[in-house]
């Protein structure tokens, strides 16, 4: 069966430091990848995506960036953390089905 | 471009009685149409979907949802609600290709009351 996992669970990093939270898939090959963001309070919003190895597509111009570097492997990541990227950070995956399965979460708080 | 719009950012029922989430969309083409929860901290679960065939689809825990296409519909109900049932539900909508993205609703955050 397939499984997605997300690391850390939770981060506390002050304002200016480097991002860095890792998304991998298991039990599938050649997935659709995704990135969204819950601000306190509010819905997803969808950040990146990628249908394949070095295939990323930004929905939302920030201070974040994704990279995948393998196929099941998604990374998102930032130079200089803003407070405002604090928020719930969600990786979801799909593959023939248009439904989407959904990581556990990294909380990211910035201080 | 398509949307979702979830009636009442927050809803609540008794315990035992009938759960009603609202959800209108708007899609150029044929939806392919979603429920998800989420528990606090947790990611999100899929409920139920609707891809193509029945209108009345049925889910987890009881819940089940009706594809009404003239009112550009998709509500979620549950005859009887139950403490754990409370929760935030999304309701997200896909128009397919080959990058399968969702569009989410802003959430129903759904409480129980003893």
Known sequence: SQTIHQWPATLVQPVGS???LECTVEGTSNPNLYWYRQAAGRGLQLLF?????????SEVPQNLSASRPQDRQFILSSKKL???DSGFYLC???RAAYEQYFGPGTRLTVT | AQSVTQLGSHVSVSEGALVLLRCNYSSSVPPYLFWYVQYPNQGLQLLLKYTTGATLVKGINGFEAEFKK???SF??????????DA???FCAVSQGGSARQLTFGSG???TVLP
């Open chain 2, 108 to 110: 129903t955050q759904l």
């Open chain 2, 75 to 84: 509500h979620l109900t549950k005859p009887s609600a139950h403490m754990s």
């Open chain 2, 87 to 89: 929760a935030e539900y």
């Open chain 1, 92 to 94: 979801a995956w799909n």
């Open chain 1, 49 to 57: 995506y990628s249908v394949g190895i070095g295939q990323i597509s």
């Open chain 1, 82 to 84: 803003l407070l405002s």
């Open chain 2, 70 to 72: 003239s009112e550009t």
């Open chain 1, 18 to 20: 480097p991002l860095s």
